[in-house]
């Protein structure tokens, strides 16, 4: 009976580590915003190295970050 509860909450906690990712994104700090602009004009699209400079932060994070907030509509 423990093994059936403990893998009912194994669900949940998947998905409140989604929410908590999605949430991440739109809580970079003023800093990190300004460092994400300086790199990206020095080093284009090379999410893997911005993402170096920002402790805690993955390429795939600054990517989706900069494409939802960037994204061209030309």
Do not use: C, H
Not at 22 to 33: P, V
Request: hydrophobic content about 30%; aromatic content about 8%.
């Amino acid at each position: 009976m423990a093994d059936s509860d403990q893998s009912s909450t194994d669900s949940p906690v998947d998905s409140r580590e989604d929410s908590i990712q999605d949430s991440k994104l739109d809580k970079f700090s003023e800093d990190e915003e300004t460092l994400i602009t300086m790199m990206f004009n020095l080093v284009g699209e090379r999410w893997s190295l911005i993402a170096g400079r920002i402790p805690g932060r993955t390429a795939e994070e600054i990517k989706k970050y900069w494409t939802s907030k960037y994204s061209s509509s030309e």
